[in-house]
């Protein structure tokens, strides 16, 4: 096995793939740091394996990937065969897909329409478009976990390690009210007291909660 993993600490999907090269214990991954507020992505190197110059991006020999989603069930199906984290029943696994599709299509647009004009342009607040969105993408989370302690089933799985990833950062730009959102809250603490959140996600979270403040001060 010879994987590499280009990233940056402070960025969510990026932490969503730590995650499970954690919760799988892989070992000897390679970590190549891509720093996008130094435009290390759009260097020449970095765009001849992803032209979409985007981290997370893992190569294992000759092949490369990019998308978090896209990497994370290929972990899990090349590394993770039997993992309860990704099923292979076929109602399951949909499922579990089907919030993956959620982070990718509500949950992390959310995040990068608030956070890339930050980041990558001159804002210092976020707008109230961009609030509404992050409320919205609450309001479907809060209601995925009605009954359930987890997003896809009765057990932990990818779709919370991905989601759990954005929704934690997401809390960064728009705190996430207890009492709004006691569903919510109650699946983050559970996330985080497994051993892949404390050393896959919380170092990076705490990093991009440190350049935010940076941004946001200029
Ligand atoms: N859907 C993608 C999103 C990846 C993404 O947009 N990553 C951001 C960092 S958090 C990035 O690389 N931005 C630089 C760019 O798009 O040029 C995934 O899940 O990997």
């Not at 969510?12 to 507020?37: C, G, H, Q, S």
């Not at 897909?97 to 990558?120: C, T, W």
């Not at 809250?185 to 940076?214: D, S, V």
Request: glycine share 4%; charged share 20%; net charge negative.
């Amino acid at each position: 096995m010879a994987l590499t993993l280009y990233k940056m600490d402070a960025s969510p999907p990026v932490r969503a793939v730590y995650m499970v090269i954690e919760a799988l214990k892989l070992p000897n991954v390679e970590y190549v740091e891509t720093d996008l507020l130094a435009d290390d992505h759009l260097k020449d190197d970095f765009l001849k394996i992803n032209p979409q110059h985007t981290i997370p991006h893992l190569t294992d020999g000759n092949f490369q990937l990019s998308d978090s989603h896209a990497i994370i069930t290929y972990l899990m199906n090349k590394y993770g065969k039997n993992s309860d984290l990704y099923p292979s029943d076929p109602q399951q696994r949909a499922m579990i897909d089907q919030k993956l599709h959620f982070d990718s299509g509500i949950l992390y647009p959310a995040l990068r329409e608030n956070d890339e004009p930050i980041f990558f342009g001159t804002a210092t607040s976020l707008k109230p478009e961009g609030v509404a969105k992050i409320r919205s993408a609450y309001d479907f989370t809060e209601k995925f976990l009605t009954g359930s302690q987890w997003l896809a089933g009765n057990k932990l799985t990818v779709a919370d390690i991905s989601c759990v990833a954005t929704v934690s950062t997401l809390n960064e730009l728009l705190h996430i009210d207890e009492a709004m959102y006691p569903n919510i809250c109650a699946w983050i603490n559970r996330c985080a007291e497994h051993e892949f959140y404390k050393n896959g996600n919380q170092p990076g979270l705490m990093e991009f909660r440190r350049l935010l403040k940076i941004y946001l001060a200029r």
